[in-house]
């Protein structure tokens, strides 16, 4: 009789699965830090002469002992390899440095800026997946097939579109004209909102393509026919069927713009006059603080990181593939640490 699957076993299929996606996600921090600090250094002059000359002007002080002071306070002083291997290994203590502009804490400006962002982003990524699976449900439903057509031509105005436009045509209309939300400012949830929405319309239409493609996919299907042909609602099969099937697809595109939106808002926070990592990442670049960039870097590779493991966890939930072959490798490691008896000689 077959032994049932210990837990001891169950632990190792699971962390087999979990440990290259965790292994992928180090490398993407890891060498997102290195091609950073790479560009960074290889700019000519010095950066920190660099930066307080912009700060600064004329009156930039040259004091070959006052600059040392300046790198080995803001941690550019020593070897290139030598920053580069203290810096990677402060990252691991939560320490991004100190700006070269303003002094302070690398860390505590993300820290202060990063909601900012996280509130235009998730609400932007709500709104654009909404969007998405509205049209697409109109699109499949739609009837007669020029209705259809015309429906699957209106999500990728997003992308056509260039984000700065939009923004400014949605303060003139709602902000000025009609005065429903301000035109700028991080106060409140109004102010979230035409922000999230400019970034929507781009996300929206990145998800109405992948999104649409599947579904359209999964409906001419053999399954869908069955169900159609046993005499199914349409809606029970787009439901049941159809969306449930197209659902991966959805998934893993969310994971890539949740990377997008962590770094992608520079133009709408600008646009908005709104504070967040988009606004401080072109701040550091005017003033060529390099400490600021990269600490926005990192932060913003973990954040995709993270996604993707999430993503990855979902996928062995949601797909069924995932857990049969999982389900199989505890079945080969329970069946190999069964001990078998000897054979008795006849």
């Known amino acids: 009789m077959a032994s049932a699957v210990s837990p001891p076993s169950r632990a190792r299929t699971i962390f087999s699965f979990v440990y290259p996606k965790v292994l992928q996600a180090l490398f993407v921090v890891w060498a997102t830090y290195t091609v950073t600090f790479l560009l960074i250094h290889a700019l000519p002059g010095d950066p920190v002469l660099a930066a307080l000359a912009i700060k600064g002007g004329d009156a930039t002080t040259t004091d070959p002992e006052l600059l040392e002071e300046l790198r080995v306070r803001y941690g550019l002083d020593g070897p290139l390899w030598w920053q580069y291997v203290s810096h990677f290994l402060a990252l691991f203590r939560g320490d991004l440095g100190v700006s070269i502009a303003t002094g302070q804490p690398v860390s505590e400006m993300i820290a202060r800026a990063l909601p900012h962002t996280a509130a235009v982003a998730v609400l932007a990524l709500i709104l654009g997946f909404v969007g998405a699976l509205v049209f697409t449900v109109v699109a499949y439903l739609a009837r007669p097939r020029w209705v259809r057509d015309t429906v699957m ?3 990728p105005l997003g992308i056509a579109i260039p984000a700065f436009l939009s923004g400014l045509v949605l303060i003139s209309v709602f902000a000025f004209g009609l005065g429903w939300f301000p035109a700028s400012g991080t106060s409140g949830f109004a102010s979230v909102v035409l922000p999230a929405v400019t970034l929507a319309l781009l996300t929206g239409a990145i998800f109405f393509q992948v999104f ?13 026919f069955t169900a159609n042909a046993k005499g199914l609602s349409q809606a029970r099969v787009l439901s049941h069927h159809v969306l449930r099937n197209a659902l991966l697809p959805a998934v893993t595109i969310i994971g890539l713009q949740v990377g997008y939106l962590a770094g992608g808002t520079a133009v709408v926070e600008t646009v908005f006059s709104r504070d967040g990592i988009g606004r401080l990442t072109v701040d550091a670049v005017l003033t060529r603080d390099i400490n600021v960039i990269t600490g926005v870097a990192i932060v913003v590779a973990v954040v995709y990181a993270l996604t993707t493991l999430v993503v990855d966890a979902l996928y062995g939930i949601i797909d069924p593939r995932t857990r049969t072959r999982l389900a199989s490798a505890q079945r080969v490691r329970g069946a190999s640490s069964t001990p078998t008896l000897p054979e008795v000689p006849r």
């Open 153 to 155: 031509q209106i999500p």
């Open 212 to 224: 649409s493609a599947a579904v359209f996919d999964a409906g001419g299907s053999g399954f869908v």
